[in-house]
């Protein structure tokens, strides 16, 4: 299985500004994903990390929003722009397959975000 | 559309009961995957286990076992002889086979009681 870690594992921040969660993963992995999960809810996908183009996004999802970076194949950033209360979530990147692991998908510990 | 539910929102169970979590999907995809994922109130989520479409085998580890049926959409989770370390959300989860995306079902709360 990969190995995910997940900087910075909670923050409180402050209405208007912007925070930016890393991910990085042990081994060079095809997919990356970022989910969101508001509080008491289920997982919701915000986007696709693609290696060296543009994130594709989910509906209800706009990259203005939530600007995400993948550099090479172990890692990527989710940007939490302009945040409001409603913002807060935690975050959570996973991945798909690693070493041997074909759609076997596995999560980071995710980022505890609460915007006041 | 491709969708996961969930019907149970929480089960309580007294320490040693058998609990039966129910999943049920839909899918247009002749090819998906089913996972069912932990996660406890620290957080993380445990990934549990992944079926393939093609695999109706039921699956046995320790004391959890998963039954998958295809004629009825269903993939259910049974906790045998429940502890309360199992205490925890459950989410079933459905993967598009060529995009890797998964879909959430909505998750049942366990809690397990001594």
């Known amino acids: 299985s990969a190995v995910i870690s997940q900087k910075p594992s909670r923050d409180i921040c402050q209405r208007g500004t912007s925070l930016t969660i890393q991910c990085q993963v042990d081994?060079?992995?095809?997919?990356m994903f970022w989910y969101r999960q508001q509080p008491g809810q289920s997982l919701t996908l915000i986007a696709t990390?693609?290696?060296?183009?543009?994130?594709?996004?989910e509906s209800g999802f706009v990259i203005d929003k939530f600007p995400i970076s993948r550099p090479n194949l172990t890692f990527s950033t989710l940007t939490v722009s302009n945040m409001s209360p409603e913002d807060s979530s935690i975050y959570l990147c996973?991945?798909?397959?690693?070493?041997?692991?074909?759609?076997?998908?596995?999560f980071g510990p995710g980022t505890r975000l609460t915007v006041l | 559309a491709q969708k996961v539910t969930q019907a149970q929102t929480e089960i309580s169970v007294v320490e040693k009961e058998d609990v039966t979590l129910d999943c049920v999907y839909e899918?247009?995809?002749?090819?998906?995957?089913l996972f069912w994922y932990k996660q406890p109130p620290s957080g993380e989520l445990v990934f549990l286990i992944r079926r393939n479409s093609f695999d109706e085998q039921n699956e046995i580890s320790g004391r959890y076992s998963w039954n998958f049926q295809k004629s009825t959409s269903s993939f259910n989770f049974t906790i045998t002889a429940s502890q309360v370390v199992d205490s925890a959300v459950y989410f079933c989860a459905l993967s598009e086979l060529h995009t890797g995306k998964l879909i959430f079902g909505q998750g049942t709360t366990l809690q397990v009681k001594p």
């Open positions: 996973s991945v798909e397959g690693g070493t041997g692991a074909a759609n076997e998908q596995f």
């Open positions: 081994s060079q992995v095809t997919m």
């Open positions: 899918t247009r995809d002749t090819t998906y995957y």
């Open positions: 990390a693609n290696q060296g183009s543009e994130a594709t996004y």
